[in-house]
């Protein structure tokens, strides 16, 4: 069983090298009449090149069907070293159950942890919740292919993270055990806090270099509710999960830490973080960001 899907892995990693990680998050659209539900999936997907082909699969029987697959260029990294590429994926799931779908391949960027193979899964929740009267939507969020630290600095990454159901937000890293990656080696050069802050401190020149960053995102009730299909659950663990993965590469060191000299320094009218903007339907939203790193670029 482990070798043949060794030997599949290696088969479809031909075409997928250079990985530079993945996020995903779902929000349920509607009930159809059948009742069966409508459920839009987003992700990101970071490669080397954006050639690369990619297949999320389903291995429980309750995903329904992919009714709908866009795909779109995101960004290219302007020397050439990331593209990232978003999907939106709508599905129809027969019944308001609950699935996994799940990402797999070979190989991760040359990284410092040594990890080869990649693996993500998203958990998908869609039964009834007593407190909202419909279905869970994840938590959002988004991610840079590669975030850039010079060694010599400490910096604290607050990632993005919103629920739209007013759910806990919580980071952790990936598990073995919960199948979540296959190799799960933590970066030894950072510390991740389940409000989902990722903390580098300065470490030495022999430590720079890439690093992958395999996390976790959950949202948990303010308060015990419960799921109805056919008949109910109590809940106050995770509803859902998705899949937060990333590269971090730790730079040679700079003459100075003070940011807008080597480190960006953000100006305005760059939005505050988690800054909340109207936007009406059907009309386009700018948002204008300014930086400024006045010795490097
Ligand atoms: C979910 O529960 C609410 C409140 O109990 C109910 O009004 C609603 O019809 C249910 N939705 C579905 C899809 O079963
Ligand atoms: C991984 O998950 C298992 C099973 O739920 C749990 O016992 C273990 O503590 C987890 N490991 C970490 C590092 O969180
Ligand atoms: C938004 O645009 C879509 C497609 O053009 C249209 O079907 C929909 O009715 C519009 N919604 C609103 C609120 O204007």
Redesign the pocket.
């Known amino acids: 069983m482990c070798v043949s899907l060794m030997l599949l892995l290696l088969v479809c990693g031909a075409q997928s090298t250079h990985f530079y990680g993945t996020v995903m998050t779902y929000y349920p659209k509607n009930?159809n009449a059948d009742?069966s539900?409508t459920v839009v999936l987003r992700y990101k997907l970071s490669f080397h090149d954006c050639s690369t082909r990619d297949l999320w699969y389903c291995p429980s029987l309750n995903c329904g069907t992919q009714t709908s697959l866009v795909l779109n260029l995101v960004d290219q990294e302007s020397s050439g070293e990331w593209c990232q590429r978003e999907g939106i994926m709508t599905r129809r799931v027969p019944i308001?159950s609950q699935f996994q779908l799940e990402l797999t391949g070979v190989a991760w960027i040359n990284i410092n942890n040594g990890i080869m193979f990649w693996r993500a899964v998203t958990g998908v929740e869609l039964r009834?919740?007593?407190d909202i009267?419909?279905?869970n939507t994840s938590p959002q969020t988004t991610i840079l292919p590669a975030l850039r630290v010079p060694s010599n600095c400490r910096r604290d990454f607050h990632l993005l993270d919103f629920d739209p159901d007013g759910d806990e937000v919580r980071c952790r890293y990936a598990n073995s055990s919960l199948s979540e990656c296959f190799d799960c080696t933590t970066p030894s050069v950072l510390s991740l806090s389940e409000s989902c802050i990722l903390s580098f401190s300065p470490t030495s020149s022999a430590n720079e270099g890439p690093y992958t960053v395999q996390m976790v995102m959950e949202d948990f009730p303010r308060q015990t509710i419960s799921l109805?299909q056919n008949g109910g659950l109590t809940v106050n663990s995770a509803i859902s999960k998705i899949p937060v993965q990333f590269a971090v590469r730790v730079d040679p060191a700079v003459p100075s830490c003070t940011e807008g000299l080597y480190l960006p320094r953000f100006l305005t009218p760059t939005p505050a973080n988690k800054a909340q903007l109207y936007a009406p339907v059907n009309q386009t939203l700018s948002i204008s960001v300014n930086a400024e790193a006045n010795v490097s670029r």
């Open positions: 009930t009742g539900l308001n009834n919740r007593s009267g419909q279905a109805t």
